[in-house]
């Protein structure tokens, strides 16, 4: 039976009864927010007219249920995403319509939630999105960041961080539940004691923080199922010291209050100082702890105190290393709570656990120093010594003998907390996020433990919702394909290579043209409208829109354009076609080196558009602060995907999915999910040069860049100009840094350990070859739409059923 929708009339008259019930006002007299807010209610109310239907269903079948942890879930706006997955967005646009309402500018009232930053809270909205639209019970837990990471602004070329006030008016999505407040103890003491035959602990002394849960409801596509995303929210339980107050001392009265609920205020506070590593191993025992104990209380009023059946009604999704801490907190409530025994609890836990790797850098494999863990969480660090002293008499069995090979595997070693190691020891199933990446997990990071134990990692590559990403992001191009090969595609992804035969129909050609053309208009006025720059829809618009790393080498992207302004300065008469070059990133605030990659970017654009030819020819610019919503309109107006990390570097990657869906074709190596997208469209129809990540591991014992710059003339000259004052004429030496870290290394370190100057030769050529295609229409445009109709594959859809295939045997409940 399908979901029952809101028509027209209705949708208007719930506009009009909630503006005047709330507002006082009517459609004529309100003003945008109150629009917006009349009709997000709206659409509010049908959201949760749905979890209403489908409320209880699991606890009657008693399904399992997995809960996925998660630091970040960069979910984006709600009211148009809800609109989509209701299957009611032609009603609502229609009602609005017949209201007189910009649906444009209602959309825009919305803050973005700052509930995330990059890929991985991005790929968390999306399989909180595909679970639910699969009727799979689940729920996703992660902070209710009341700023979010930080608002970019670009002054004078550099990156600055405002505060992002995204809280500010209230998020009307979310669901408050204090009944269900926990609480989380930080510090204090340990008290042994004897009570039944049984060794227990006592914690005392400790400070305490609640943990305030906020429902945030998520809509299946096309079904009753609503999960939810739970955020939880930092509340002292003292809220002020009247003695202080009345003493006169008002700051010291709140500062306890003040200091608790710091944990909830900033996603990533830098870690650069001890003050910031310590929040943030706060910020990720607070949502784990929070986030364990409502799935252990949930567990006890479904099936009572049964452990011996959790495992098969629990999972529990560790998204990298932030949430690892969950691990030692389930056996923490389960010994000291509910009194189970060590080996009971460490059994469940193995079963209960599984553990999702995101990276091979060996930096940002979480580790905690040892006496920070002790000071702060002083039972967890208990714990965990006693799971490290298990896991290394078990390894000593497998390698006898070997303590440095088992210090590298251990949980506890050298001063050090090592995160990656607790989740690959203690997880049932580990797995990376792409072909390439499982293998060099098995092969390098985590070969040890894979010849231990084979079976327990899997491979699975990520996706992306094609129901934001296409349906919403780029809704012309759906209803292109919807009148070519009929709409079966928007509930099986299968059926988008249907569209391949179009690749070879010039009236479908022409109509995808038109459609890539408008959405390069779309982005181009919002340009134009935002940041007061004009760019040219009828250029070849190529876009790097990811985190700002240096092994994401928007470095190399840069020098790219600098030679490439070079050679149309010595070559006036160069025919190429217009290139507009995009940039989108945000730089951790505590990372000086990405932040002057952003000014460098910046400076040869400035220089560029003081040409008089280069500047006809080639535009340079950087998007400020880059969002799920400058996405959305981003992904379905690119020409050329720019995905240029270096091999074995980049995990798998979700931007390269989502701008291959909406018909760029990708410029890049081989390398995260560029292998499959490889696999999948063919050699043809995508450009890939560079090094491979075999070849970049020997390179680390034979590659010199000095000689990359001594043989390239058009490579040193540019390398120069980083330092000779032609970017930056008042600071010579600003890129000073950058030259240094490509010629000769940081402090002793290898030179160039990101290979930027030996690939760049290959990337150059490669973009000669995407100029010479793109100007032969017919080709490109075959390309393109092969691109779009091999998409499918990367579904979140198909990610999440293989998850539940191999991990968490999740049953779709029948509503």
Known sequence: MEPDRMSVEEIKESIRLKLENNFGCGISDATQQQLYHAIARTVRDEVMQRRTASRGMRKQAGAKKVYY??????????????????????????????????????????????????????????????????????????????????????????????????????????????????????????????????LKFRHLDYSTVEAVPYDIPTVGYDTSM???????????????????????????????????????????????????????????????????????NDFVKVYGKNWSIFPDKVAIHINDTHPAVAIPELMRILMDEQELSWDDAEDICRRTFAYTNHTVLQEALEKWPEEMIKVQLPRIYMILEEMNKRLCARLWNVYPGQWE????????????????????????????????HTDILKRQTFHDYYLMEPSKFVSITN??????????????????????????????????S?????????????????????NKRALAQHVLDSQGVSIDPDSIFLCQAKRLHEYKRQLMNALGILMLYNQ???????????????????????????????????????????????????????????????????????????????????????????????????????????????????????????????????????????AVYEQNPAIRRAMEQLIDGTLSPDNPRLFSELYHALLFGDNGGMADPYFVLKDLPEMMA???????????RELWLRKAILNTANAGFFSSDRTIAEYNDKIWHLKPLNL
């Open 69 to 198: 942890l998660s630091a970040e879930f960069l979910v984006g706006r709600a009211l148009h995403a809800n609109m989509v997955n209701l299957v009611n967005e032609s009603n609502y646009r229609q009602a609005l319509k017949e209201l007189g309402i910009d649906k444009n500018v209602i959309f825009e009232q919305e803050p973005e939630p700052g509930l995330g930053n990059g890929g991985l809270g991005r790929l968390a909205a999306c399989f909180l999105d595909s679970l639910t639209s699969m009727n799979l019970p689940a729920m996703g837990c992660t902070i209710r960041y009341e700023y979010g990471l930080f608002r970019q602004k670009i002054v004078d070329g550099y990156q600055v961080e405002v505060p992002d006030n995204w809280l500010d008016d209230g998020n009307l999505w979310e669901v408050p539940r204090p009944d269900q407040t926990v609480e989380v103890h930080f510090g204090g003491k340990l008290e042994e004691y004897h009570e039944d035959g049984r």
């Open 463 to 496: 996706g992306i919702t094609i129901r934001r990403w296409l349906m919403q992001a780029n809704p012309d191009l759906s209803s292109l394909l919807d009148e070519s090969i009929g709409p079966a595609w928007r509930k099986d992804w299968r059926r988008l």
């Open 568 to 706: 149309i300065v010595e070559h006036p008469d160069m025919d190429i076609p217009p290139h507009t070059f995009l940039f989108a990133a945000k730089a951790s605030p505590g990372y000086y080196r990405a932040k002057l990659i952003i000014k460098l970017i910046n400076a040869i654009s400035d220089m560029v558009k003081r040409h008089p030819v280069a500047s006809k020819r080639i535009n340079v610019l950087f998007l400020e602060n880059y969002s799920v919503s400058v996405a959305e309109m981003l992904m379905p107006a690119a020409d050329v995907s720019i995905q240029i990390s270096t091999a074995g570097k980049e995990a798998s990657g979700t931007g390269n999915m989502k701008f291959m869906l909406n018909g760029a074709v990708t410029l890049g190596t081989m390398d995260g999910a560029n292998c499959e997208i490889y696999d999948a469209v063919g050699a043809d129809n995508i450009y890939i040069f560079g090094l491979s990540a075999e070849e970049v591991e020997r390179g680390y014992t034979t590659y010199r860049a000095g």
């Open 766 to 776: 490669a973009e000669r070859k995407i100029a010479a295609d793109y100007r032969k």
């Open 498 to 518: 249907d569209a391949a035969p179009f690749a070879d129909d010039a009236a479908f050609r022409q109509k995808f043209e038109a459609v890539k053309r408008e």
């Open 226 to 296: 609503v999960n939810m995303l739970r955020t939880w929210s930092a509340r002292s339980p003292k809220r002020i010291d009247m003695n202080e107050f009345n003493s006169g001392q008002y700051v010291r009265a709140v500062a306890e209050k003040e200091l608790a609920e710091v944990i909830s205020k900033v996603l990533y506070p830098n870690d650069g100082n001890y003050e910031g590593r310590e929040l943030r191993l706060k910020q990720q025992y607070f949502f784990s702890s929070a986030s364990v104990q409502y799935a252990v």
């Open 405 to 436: 090979r088992i210090g590298h595997m251990a949980i506890l070693a050298y001063g050090q907390v090592h995160m990656a190691n607790l989740c690959v020891a203690y997880s049932h199933n580990v797995n990376g996020v792409s072909a390439i």
